[in-house]
């Protein structure tokens, strides 16, 4: 059956992101799913040494905070469904709008272009550092503003589309004639999204613990990291040459989704993304994606938003005419 006011609480959540994002000085979701992952992995690392207890306490904690999510954003739905269908709607459109991160991609981005558009390469450099784990102490402008681009269109699948996706699965599920809801699928996927980029990590001291929050994050993506590839394909009224390109250089990156939304976005936009990074003074080559047809300049890069923006207006556009249609039925 689903959610009545699911196409509605899908289509004020993106309107939401776009316009406010996440207000300032606001508690986020994310921040308390950060605060328990820090806490849950700082106690499994202190009293778990042997490889197979911290894999089994990292899938403890996955499990936990994942399901936990996801029940936390129902009840709240729930609840303020009781007082008014109306309360109900805005509150998950609400929870809805805190998974999605187009409007923070859109600041990110702006943040480090603006000094970058009056030289003021220290400034670009400093901010840049803020998201993203390459060294960004030497990156010139035109590697800053590669940095920026593989920032938006990597973020645009795990931060927008596949978040955004989740919710709209959410919106036609119900269990026992009570719909789940887009929030509580959202913010489930949100919860894997947030241990994947926490302890998600082949170093130590998280190559174990962060194992099954890395893998189940790479398999709840897959599929909107595929459909995202297929959406901007489409927007970019060249899909037969963007799929290409993607079968093409996509699967050298080693994850198994982000090599591939960078390249779409880099098809579509004529760019070439990869190269070779610094980390912690440690030289890495990423594999080349795309053709430099064109090279990265701010209008490329704001034009890489607006293929998300316009993704969004997508996705919930069928889902809108979806719910009419199984309303109708």
């Known amino acids: 059956m689903g959610d009545r006011w699911g196409g509605i609480v899908l289509a004020i959540a993106a309107g939401l992101d776009y316009v406010i994002g996440d207000p300032w000085n606001w ?16 106690l499994a690392l202190k009293h778990l040494a042997r490889p197979l207890a911290l894999r089994l306490a990292g899938m403890a904690i996955a499990l936990v905070l994942i399901i936990g999510s996801g029940l936390t954003g129902w009840l709240l739905v729930w609840a303020a469904h009781w007082f008014h269908p109306w309360m109900g709607a805005a509150v998950e459109s609400v929870l809805i709008a ?66 955004l996706f989740y919710a709209i699965v959410g919106t ?11 929030g509580a699928i959202a ?5 894997a999204s947030t241990l994947d980029s926490m ?59 982000a090599g591939w939304s960078e390249c779409a976005y880099a098809a579509a936009l004529g760019v070439q993304l990869g190269g070779v990074n610094r980390y912690k003074g440690v030289i890495k080559h990423k594999p080349l994606l795309a053709e430099p047809l064109q090279p990265i300049t701010p209008e490329r890069i704001q034009a890489a938003l607006r293929l998300t923006r316009l993704g969004v207006l997508l996705w919930v556009a069928i889902a809108l005419i979806l719910h009419l249609v199984t309303q109708a039925s």
């Not at 800053?144 to 938006?152: F, G, H, K, N, Y």
């Open 199 to 257: 302890i998600g990590y082949r170093e130590a001291p998280y190559t174990h613990l962060g194992w099954f929050s890395a893998r189940l994050e790479d398999g709840l993506t897959w599929v909107p990291c595929r459909l995202t590839v297929l959406t901007v394909a489409l927007l970019s009224r060249r899909p037969l040459m963007v799929w290409r390109l993607c079968c093409r250089d996509a699967p050298a990156d080693p994850s198994p989704n």
């Open 187 to 191: 913010l489930a996927y949100k919860a």
């Open 98 to 163: 805190s998974c999605l991160a187009g409007r923070s991609l859109r600041n990110a981005a702006e943040t480090v272009l603006s000094p970058l558009a009056t030289g003021d390469l220290v400034t670009a450099r400093q901010v840049m550092a803020r998201y993203v784990g390459r060294d960004t102490a030497e990156l010139d402008g035109p590697e800053l503003r590669r940095a920026v681009m593989e920032t938006v269109t990597e973020n645009a699948t795990d931060g927008v589309m596949a978040p």
């Open 27 to 42: 508690l986020h979701p994310v921040q308390v799913m950060g605060w328990l992952i820090q806490r849950l992995s700082a």
């Open 172 to 182: 036609f599920l119900s269990v026992g004639g009570l719909p789940i809801g887009g």
